[in-house]
């Protein structure tokens, strides 16, 4: 079966995953797209074979031609339109942040626990990283005994300098390790603090940036998070996880380091596009294989909502400037299924 895919808002990532989706990937095809800038996307249907523009995600989520919807649009528009497609009964496939706030992604939850069928996945690729995924193999096989603390830095070379909040710092880049850490360890975070050094003067005027995020798990191990998103020199992310006997570290490069005249030298991404393409490729191949064979998998509307508790529990930790703890959810049996 070909997976008729339509797509919502096409730009940055949503143009990649077009790409991906029609030149990389097999089993879908895109039949669709919307987006608020029309002229984007009928550019956009130009350069594929018989897709549809429409004016509205909602139309194009009600079209019978459209098997199955990924919601590239703006964070805040994500809500209304998995409600929708959880409403036709079509898989949707929704970028990072589920929704931007842990009531909106409650709603989402909500409906889907009441559709009685599991629809949703979100797109946490960092789970298909390989490098992420061979640290969980050294946590989760013992090698390094139980792991204690995990180190993380998500730096970014740059964002706009105007529309780019403190907080979208933790809800758009720091969401990403919450639910790492969380996939990780295989446990909840349970409580916050979040400390603001000294500001990266290449920052817009507004923005804290770096932000440090302390993050407790249940167990005991504390992560801490450093995410910069001016930091120029290029797109680097970083984990290591230190156990009681031993280290799990993301490999430095995924290309070669040179070792010539007396120096080494590696690449360093320039894009999160670059850094994770391999992840991104996997992920949406998983979830087209899932979607054709009348099935689920991958990141859940759960898993969604939270990461959007944890990230709402930040916000308040960086606004009081104490650590809070996280209020504990319990998981509906319909998330455990499967
Ligand atoms: P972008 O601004 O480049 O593209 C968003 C597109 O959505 C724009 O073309 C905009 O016109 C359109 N749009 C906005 N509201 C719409 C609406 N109501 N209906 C239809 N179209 C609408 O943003 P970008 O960077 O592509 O991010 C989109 C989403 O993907 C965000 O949620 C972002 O957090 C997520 N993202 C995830 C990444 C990952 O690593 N998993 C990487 C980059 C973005
Ligand atoms: C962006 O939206 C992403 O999701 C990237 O993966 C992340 O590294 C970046 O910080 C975000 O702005």
Known sequence: MTVRVGVIGVGMIGQDHIRRLTQVLSGAQVVAVTDVDPARAQSIADGLTSCTVHATGQELIGDDAVDAVLVTSWGPTHEEFVLAAIEAGKPVFCEKPLATTQEACRRIVDAEVASGKRLVMVGFMRRYDAPYQAVKAAVDDGSIGAPLLMHCAHRNPSVPPYGFTTEMIITDSAIHEIDLVRWMFGEEIVATTVLKPRRNSNAGDDLQDPLIILLEMASGVLVDVEVSLNIRYGYDIRGEVVGEIGTAALAETAGAVVKSDGRYAGRVPASWQERFVRAYDVELQDWIDAVASGGFTGPSAWDGHLAA??????????????????????????YTKG
């Open 309 to 334: 508790v944890v990230s709402d529990t930040c916000l308040e930790a960086l606004r009081i400037g104490q650590r809070v703890e996280v209020a504990s959810h319990e998981r509906p049996d319909f």
